[in-house]
């Protein structure tokens, strides 16, 4: 029933930055636990970033230091500041409740890192 629009993804160069949004389009969304999940080709979805209601943040070790996760509670928005990016960070990113998302998945944002 809720919906999550991502967006900021692109094309970037190793070393670069992106920032990435997701706006919860539902407003019944409790907007609690939320994180930021991404999916390569291939690949299972993988948590990449967390964070609490009260802003507690959580960072698997292939992104730690390079990922910044953050939230505005009252536009149920989060956020994903990556930089130092990397070839291995290509993929589609989505929002969702952490650790148990959803079943309801937004269609994404495609992150391509590329020389």
């Known amino acids: 029933q809720v919906q999550f629009v991502e967006s900021g993804g692109g094309l970037v160069q190793p070393g670069g930055s992106v920032r990435l949004s997701c706006v919860a389009s539902k407003s019944t969304f409790s907007f609690n636990n939320v994180g930021w999940y991404r999916q390569a080709p291939g690949k299972q979805r993988e948590l990449a970033a967390s964070?609490?209601?009260?802003?507690?943040?959580n960072y698997p070790d292939s992104v730690k230091g390079r990922f910044t996760i953050s939230r505005d509670n009252a536009k149920k928005t989060m956020y994903l500041q990556m930089n130092s990016l990397k070839l291995e960070d290509s993929a589609v990113y989505y929002c969702?409740?952490?650790?148990?998302?959803?079943?309801?998945w937004g269609q994404g944002t495609q992150v391509t890192v590329s020389s």
């Open positions: 969702n409740s952490a650790p148990r998302p959803y079943a309801y």
């Open positions: 964070i609490t209601a009260d802003g507690r943040t």
